[in-house]
């Protein structure tokens, strides 16, 4: 027992305890509902609640205990293996069980793919190392598709079965998968990619080469772009020969990460590893850019995941923390800056599950399908720039306690950058937006139409829309920037307004009329801030 009484703590938010996810979460309620989800809503009502509950509680484990890599058992032989922490397998057992890498491939009808977005969504905010392999093994399947011979790979993602044993595909009633393209001397610019595919016997390639970057190495299967006689190829290279026998590359070693903590960011050395080429021959990236459109939405969603879940810590900890007398969310200038992340995570959401709908019915409306193909850029361009500005103005609404990891915001903050790196950076998306508008006219129509039906619903909605014409005739190289943030925040305000969201005239006078500030913070006067919290999270 303590000799001296030292002092009482007091004003101390309680832990973040168990919440539901989706209970707290009216603007997804909404947008699931809305892009035509509502099908699967007790099935993601569910995964809310285990999401906020054994996910995120698992979640410090996986994290904290990072990945190691083991080269080599004991005896000297190589196993290239990676080890991680039980909570990791369980986490993933629990996400493949519920659908979020398998679900739109699982029941393939109308409303699927927005349903596995929000699933997504919620995952990340728990736990989004794990993120990582679930939306490449997703986001392989339109890949797999095009070779006949690998449909047992699709079965085995559409299964949702988890089975983290490093034997062959055939053996297992599911399957992960990772993609490489990435290497030293270029990973936008993958036509600079030097790894060698020469075919071998029976329709298999073998690859010689490397990968800079390889995450999830644990996955089964991996999707590589690689030289082949055709030009650059498509190849499924799986991690176990169907002989049992270990395929030929080597893990040199696991990269150092700034975040992403609890996922296996590899490089790797192709040794004669066998792989089979998928899609046409030539036309590696062309069919690559299948897997690469879905796990772009999914770093749209990723980081509105982030931004939601450092929202709800710092509703949480301004609730119950009091300064000079008053509730810190009850103080004016607190509750401004609360309600500008709201707004903010908020259209995020609004434009990634929008986007979600566009790539659901991509296959029956050509028409969604040219918009998904444009929105996507710009939503991954926009949203995931926003995510680390965002999550620091939200950690800094805990003081001290948000630098301090066991608040959870250090851990988000290390995670916000990563999705504005990887699937394609910032600059490339933009210039893959200019691409888009002068080779695929029906992306500039989509466009135009989403932006017009907002039309009557804002004065500064109605402004955005008559500039369009010029601003798109006027694109350049030089200002890709400025138009793309321009559209995506158009197309935020038109998805808000059109929702009838009560963040929409709020977002419409400080982002697309301009009425705000650098940070957040600086709502114009006449919002309600008080009504904006209460919206961002139930009180509890
Ligand atoms: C944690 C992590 C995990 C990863 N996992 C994988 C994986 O599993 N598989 C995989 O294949 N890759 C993976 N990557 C690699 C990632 O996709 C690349 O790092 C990314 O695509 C950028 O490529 P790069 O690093 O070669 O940068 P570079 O291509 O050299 O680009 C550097 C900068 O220049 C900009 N730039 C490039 N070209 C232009 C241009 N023409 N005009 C203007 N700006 C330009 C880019 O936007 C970027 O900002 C991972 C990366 C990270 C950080």
Redesign the pocket.
């Known amino acids: 027992m303590n000799r001296f009484h030292t002092h009482a703590v007091d004003n101390q938010p309680p832990p973040f305890a168990a919440r539901d996810l989706w209970q707290d979460d009216a603007a997804l309620r909404e947008a699931l509902a809305r892009e035509g989800g509502e099908g699967f809503t007790d099935g993601v009502a569910a995964y809310g609640a285990l999401a906020g509950g054994e996910i995120l509680a698992l979640s410090h484990d996986a994290h904290r205990d990072r990945p190691r890599l083991r080269t080599h058992d004991a005896a000297g032989h190589r196993i290239d293996a990676v080890e991680f922490h039980p909570a990791y397998h369980r986490i993933m057992e629990l996400a493949i069980g519920h659908g979020v890498a398998g679900l739109s491939w699982a029941r393939p009808e109308p409303g699927a793919h927005v349903a596995r977005a929000a699933l997504a969504y919620l995952h990340y905010q728990a736990e989004p190392g794990t993120s ?1 392999p679930l939306t ?1 093994t997703h986001a392989a399947v339109p890949v797999l598709r095009q070779a006949p011979a690998l449909r047992d790979w699709v079965a085995k993602v559409a299964a949702c079965r988890y089975d983290p044993r490093d034997v062959p595909v055939g053996d297992k009633p599911g399957v992960t998968l ?6 030293k001397q ?4 993958v036509r600079a990619n030097t790894t060698t595919a020469t075919p071998a016997a029976d329709g298999a390639h073998a690859l010689v080469g490397h ?6 190495p644990m996955s089964d299967g991996f999707l590589v772009l690689a030289q082949a006689p055709g030009g650059l190829g498509c190849l499924l290279m799986p991690r176990r020969l169907p002989d049992g026998t270990r395929n030929a590359f080597a893990l040199m070693r696991l ?1 150092d ?1 700034l975040g ?1 903590w609890s ?1 296996a ?1 590899s490089e790797v050395e192709f040794q004669g590893a066998l792989a089979w080429p998928v899609g046409e021959p030539g036309r590696g990236v062309a069919t690559i850019l299948q897997m690469v459109m879905l796990t772009r939405l999914d770093c749209m969603l990723g980081s509105a995941g982030c931004m939601r879940m450092a929202l709800a810590q710092a509703v949480h900890h301004a609730r119950h923390r009091s300064a000079f007398g008053r509730r810190l969310a009850e103080q004016a200038l607190m509750r401004n800056v609360l309600a500008d992340i709201a707004i903010e995570a908020e259209a995020a959401l609004a434009l990634s599950m929008r986007v979600a709908r566009a790539v659901d019915a991509a296959a029956r409306d050509p028409s969604e399908a040219a918009f998904a193909r444009i929105a996507t850029a710009i939503g991954k361009y926009w949203i995931c720039r926003r995510a680390p500005a965002v999550v620091n103005e939200a950690q800094e609404c805990l003081g001290g306690a948000g630098y301090v990891e066991e608040s959870l915001l250090p851990r988000l903050y290390r995670q916000a950058p ?1 999705n504005s ?8 998306q933009c ?1 893959d937006v200019l691409r888009a508008l002068s080779r695929e006219p029906a992306t500039a129509a989509a466009l135009r139409d989403a932006i017009d039906a907002a039309r009557g619903l804002h004065p500064a909605m109605d402004a955005a829309a008559a500039e369009l014409p010029d601003r798109l005739a006027g694109a350049t ?1 030089a200002g890709a920037r400025r138009l793309v943030e321009r559209l995506a925040l158009a197309l935020q305000a038109a998805v808000l307004l059109r929702a009838g969201s009560p963040a929409a005239e709020a977002f419409c006078r400080s982002r697309l009329a301009g009425d705000h500030g650098g940070a957040m913070g600086t709502l114009p006067a006449g919002v309600d801030h008080a009504a904006l919290v209460a919206r961002a999270l139930p009180a509890g």
């Open positions: 990582c490449m990772g993609m490489g393209m990435t290497e270029g990973g936008s610019d990968k800079w970057f390889m995450s999830a990269k990460k992403d996922n960011s990563l790196i990887w699937e394609g950076s910032g600059n490339i210039l190289e």
